[in-house]
């Protein structure tokens, strides 16, 4: 026999689940926009996560001054705070900046209360260089019902990748995988992360950028930030702050 108690365990549990689900639909239908909108206008969207690194930052942004590109930086707040002229530099590049929480708690995995403060702690750690409503991309790419709704009340955009350059797995694969992908949907929000670890590892994120650069030039793609891609659509997304402009709070 089924009992009340069984039946509002049973409820409960769907609920929960679809507190951590429902997002992750609108995930793929997000990615599968994005990956479109990159293939019509033809768009390279270089990304990097969890920085800034003192060591591979400098590096990079040489890289992408070299090729006069522009790239998007997901930061992280804890280590902005180690490195903030970093981010003067990234800005003063011309770069975009987005938010990537103040800690990189995973949403699945951390009370809703908590992701949702580290969310409101990473863009106060960004204040100076950012709007409020600039864009995030979720740590971990976990996202739950109320660290969904928390980016969707900043009005910000949820700026995924369409391309894992694999540079975070445990056995890194060949730089040609993101450089074949590439090719074959015609663009693409590529997946980078520019936080220090081993030499390896930054040598990797430097040649995959160097010849994602090339590749670009090679098929007659627009190397370009994510929210020059949003606005195509005639979504206003908030540019970083003009250098020097930012009031800390
Ligand atoms: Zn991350």
């Not at 670890?197 to 950028?209: D, E, G, I, M, N």
């Not at 007659?220 to 005639?234: E, H, I, K, T």
């Amino acid at each position: 026999m089924i009992t009340i108690s069984a039946i509002t365990g049973i409820s409960a549990g769907v609920v929960g689940a679809c507190a951590y689900f429902a997002p992750q639909v609108l995930r793929v239908r997000d990615e599968r926009a994005l990956r479109q909108r990159c293939a019509r206008s033809r768009s390279l969207v270089l990304s990097y996560d969890d920085g800034p690194g003192a060591e591979l930052t400098p590096r990079l942004l040489d890289v992408l001054a070299g090729e006069s590109a522009r790239a998007t930086f997901f930061l992280l707040g804890v280590r902005v705070a180690k490195n903030p002229e970093l981010v003067d530099r990234i800005v003063e590049g011309g770069h975009e900046v987005g938010c990537h929480s103040q800690q990189h708690l995973n949403a699945w995995t951390t009370w809703p209360w908590k992701a949702v403060a580290d969310i409101d702690a990473g863009y106060r750690t960004l204040s100076r260089w950012i709007f409020d409503d600039a864009l995030f991309r979720p740590a971990y790419g976990k996202l739950s019902f109320a660290t969904w709704l928390v980016v969707r009340r900043r009005g910000a955009a949820i700026g995924w990748w369409t391309i894992d350059s694999g540079d975070t797995h445990s056995v890194e694969p060949s730089p040609q995988q993101a450089i074949d992908q590439l090719k074959r949907d015609g663009g693409g929000v590529v997946l980078l992360h520019d936080f220090d670890r081993s030499p390896k590892r930054a040598a990797f994120v430097l040649q995959t950028t160097e010849l994602l650069l090339r590749t670009a030039k090679r098929e007659g793609l627009m190397v370009r930030r994510l929210g020059d891609v949003f606005a195509d659509s005639g979504r206003c997304v908030a540019a970083s702050r003009p250098p020097g402009t930012g009031v800390a709070r």
